[in-house]
């Protein structure tokens, strides 16, 4: 009886992980509508979504950035994102000159 009463604890904790994890998950890249960006159109660059899909402008001095999979935008060249709580996955941060 005791050996089930484990095996029920250690099931419903896996399952809770399973269930509390996040994840981004993108579709194949043949499925997005992704429009042409003429690179002229971006100050700070061109770069990649998050799904490493579509073309996307890179974020200049001040913007906003960072975030869940970088959701928020990757910086430009020459700039970098400092986030406001770089231990939290959800952070965000704002573009600022490399030093």
């Known amino acids: 009886m005791h050996r089930l009463t484990i095996c029920l604890l250690v ?3 896996v399952l ?3 269930w509390s994890a996040e994840g981004l998950s ?4 043949a499925e ?4 042409p960006l ?12 998050p799904c490493g899909c579509c073309d996307v402008c890179l974020k ?3 913007e906003v950035c960072g975030g ?3 959701t928020s935008g990757w910086c430009g060249e020459g700039l970098t994102c400092i ?3 770089p231990d939290d996955f959800n952070s965000v941060g704002v573009c600022k000159k490399k030093t």
């Open 60 to 62: 200049g001095p001040g």
């Open 26 to 29: 993108c579709l194949r890249c």
């Open 16 to 18: 809770a992980t399973i």
């Open 68 to 70: 869940p999979w970088n």
């Open 38 to 49: 003429p690179p002229s159109t971006c100050q700070w660059g061109v770069g990649k979504d």
């Open 11 to 13: 099931g419903i904790f």
């Open 83 to 85: 986030e406001e709580k």
């Open 32 to 35: 997005y509508d992704c429009q």
